[in-house]
Nanobody, 128 residues
Framework: QVQLVESGGGLVQAGGSLRLSCAASGRTFSSYAMAWFRQAPGKEREFVAH????????YYVNTVKGRFTISRDNAKNTVWLQMNGLKPEDTAVYYC?????????????????????WGQGTQVTVSS
């Protein structure tokens, strides 16, 4: 099992940057692929970014490509989401999630139903 705790959210002006962190407990962190999802008020939880167990493969939703970067350090049991060029539409609660799925099928790795472990979320608010 793995427990996840996010941090780093906050209020930022449009065009600004934030770096979210997700600290994982457990000695099996490196066996999980990790992802970030977000949920805005009144909307479904949506996929943002995914990174495989080694950090060698990443995927992003089109709306954040070129602005967000997901990374991980298995020695530190941590995954990050660097967010640059933030827009008001990025405002949401951001969740870190872990899955045992090791494939590269985008439809699967971007589905929230594939992830069995979730953090409590961290609020990101982007003002215009």
């Amino acid at each position: 099992q793995v427990q996840l705790v996010e941090s780093g959210g906050g209020l930022v002006q449009a065009g600004g940057s934030l770096r979210l962190s997700c600290a994982a407990s457990g000695r099996t962190f490196s066996s999980y692929a990790m992802a970030w999802f977000r949920q805005a008020p009144g909307k479904e939880r949506e996929f943002v970014a995914h990174i495989n167990w080694s950090g060698g493969t990443t995927y992003y939703v089109n709306t954040v490509k070129g602005r967000f970067t997901i990374s991980r350090d298995n020695a530190k049991n941590t995954v990050w989401l660097q967010m640059n060029g933030l827009k008001p539409e990025d405002t949401a609660v951001y969740y870190c999630a872990a899955t045992g799925y090791s494939g590269n099928y985008y439809y699967t790795l971007s589905s929230r139903y594939e992830y069995g472990y979730w953090g409590q979320g961290t609020q990101v608010t982007v003002s215009s």
